[in-house]
């Protein structure tokens, strides 16, 4: 499936027209995809906006970020000191929940699949905390800094093995993924460059929870990389394949998939105007997001609607939506039951995501997570993510009123035919219902309206990011 439009036209920035207007659709459209949802008050504020300043307000982040970021870090400190890994990964969805940046948390679990690392090899919270912090501190910064850092990284070291590379016998797990999956892809690279590569790295160890640079234990000998000769380090072999034709192609790609379409394969002239940018830019990748978001390519047909929503989009969408102040701990624990346990990815590939993400049993968890959120009666999230009064705070009182706003909260009212009937059906048949006898009016109506925003949650388009 390809756009229909040139990769100039794709590229060039979306401009609100009769034709294509700047609506409710687009609006949730770049708040799933550059952030997790949108609140009501979020939707109504970027209507009026605009486009551009919309997405001013999201790369750049609300105010009080910075301050977020230093509670958040003390918040890790002691998370670290205690080993704990369960709250490791609540505080991460803490980060997600509340902070006034969600573009950039977005990101940092953009880069957590990419640098795939997980605690169950680790095992060292600190570690994987610490390397959690510096995939936040470069998510919109320059990638080849990213690069070099991360690996340097300790987490990263212990999981590829970095750590325990000598010169007489170099480890190659790092110099592989380097390549496969970090920088340039399957086919850009031989055997003959990852055994080279990996004599780069050796020497490499962690001394005091830090990187350290055994120089009795590196081999300094020549090397012969990508078709270029020299006494390499490991820092000269990231440069390499950075400075390699694939290298911004092959973001370019990851960058796409993440932000505008699973379903559809870019060709090399689709992308070349992204990877350019990135190239240009010395792999800004502040820049190469802002270009996405703002294409006529990013706001098309052909993008939206065009990814599954993961776990953690599901979860986090719904509750920030809502307005809720839950405790994370629960929705770290839930959302490990819809397939995704972040800290703990499957393998270094990262999650498949797409389609992968459905399938009956996680299906069956996803509509239990809502019923949980929005019922107020789950002991664990408690009346703290109340549906009921949302529409209450918002004044919409009536049947009607109650059932427009969450297919606009939601689903910006995509939703089929027969899935509206349905919840008219709903409404009209519990007007009628029969209630225990000590509810109040208020009560009942209430719960028929906890049960619809329920509905609404559970219907297919909103498994679609």
Same mark, same amino acid.
């Given at each position: 499936m390809k756009p229909a439009m040139t990769p100039e036209q794709a590229w060039a920035a979306y401009r609100p027209s009769p034709d294509n207007p700047w609506d409710t659709r687009k609006v949730l459209h770049l708040y799933r995809r550059a952030a997790f949802g949108a609140t009501y008050a979020e939707q109504q504020h970027a209507l009026q906006i605009g486009p551009h300043k919309a997405i001013d307000e999201l790369i750049s982040g609300r105010p009080g970020w910075d301050a977020f970021d230093r509670e958040a870090a003390g918040l890790a400190e002691t998370i670290a000191s205690q080993s704990d890994a369960l709250q490791m990964r +609540?505080?991460?969805? *803490?980060?997600? =929940? $509340?902070?006034p940046h969600p573009l950039r948390e977005k990101m940092t679990l953009f880069w957590h699949n *990419?640098? /795939?690392?997980?605690? /169950?090899?680790?095992?060292?919270?600190? $570690?994987m905390l610490g390397q959690n912090q510096l995939l936040r501190r470069h998510a919109l910064g320059s990638f080849r800094t990213l690069l070099h850092a991360i690996s340097e990284d300790p987490a990263m070291m212990v999981w590829l093995d970095t750590h325990l590379s000598t010169r007489r016998q170099p480890n190659e797990n790092y110099a592989r993924e380097l390549m496969e999956l970090f920088s =340039?892809?399957?086919g850009n690279y031989t055997e003959q460059d990852i055994r080279e590569a990996a004599r780069a790295f050796t020497g490499w160890q962690i001394r005091h929870h830090r990187y350290y640079f055994n120089a009795s234990e590196h081999d300094d000998g020549p090397k012969t990389v990508l078709g270029r000769?020299?006494?390499f380090n490991g820092h000269d072999i990231v440069d390499l394949c950075l400075d390699h034709p694939a290298a911004a192609r092959f973001l370019a790609r990851k960058l796409f998939r993440f932000f505008v379409s699973e379903e559809m394969t870019p060709d090399r002239e689709l992308l070349e105007p992204l990877a350019q940018k990135l190239r240009s830019s010395n792999f800004d990748v502040r820049s190469a997001v802002e270009t996405i978001l703002r294409s006529q390519?990013?706001? +098309?047909?052909? /993008? $939206?609607r065009s990814r599954v929503k993961s776990p953690v989009d599901f979860a986090v969408g719904i509750v920030h939506a809502l307005e809720g102040r839950i405790g994370p701990t629960a929705l770290a624990q839930a959302t490990e039951n819809l397939g995704q346990k972040i800290f703990y990815p499957p393998s270094v590939k990262g999650w498949d995501g797409g389609r992968a993400?459905?399938? /009956?049993?996680? =299906?069956?968890?996803? *509509?239990? =997570?809502?019923? +949980?959120?929005?019922?107020?009666?789950?002991s664990s999230f408690g009346d703290h993510c109340d549906p009921a009064a949302l529409a209450r705070k918002y004044q919409k009182n009536t049947d009607e009123q109650a059932l427009t706003f969450f297919l606009e909260l939601f689903l910006a009212n995509d939703l089929h035919e027969q899935g509206r009937q349905a919840l008219y059906d709903y409404l009209a048949q519990t007007r009628r219902g029969s209630f225990p006898p000590y509810w109040t009016d208020q009560d009942i109506q209430d719960h028929r309206v906890r049960t619809l925003c329920y509905l609404v949650l559970i219907q297919p388009e909103f498994q679609l990011d």
């Open positions: +609540a505080w991460w969805f *803490h980060c997600m =929940l $509340y902070s *990419h640098f /795939a690392t997980s605690q /169950a090899k680790v095992q060292s919270v600190r $570690y =340039l892809g399957i000769s020299g006494r390519l990013f706001f +098309a047909p052909i /993008a $939206y993400w459905i399938n /009956a049993s996680t =299906l069956i968890e996803r *509509h239990k =997570l809502a019923l +949980a959120i929005t019922s107020t009666e789950d």
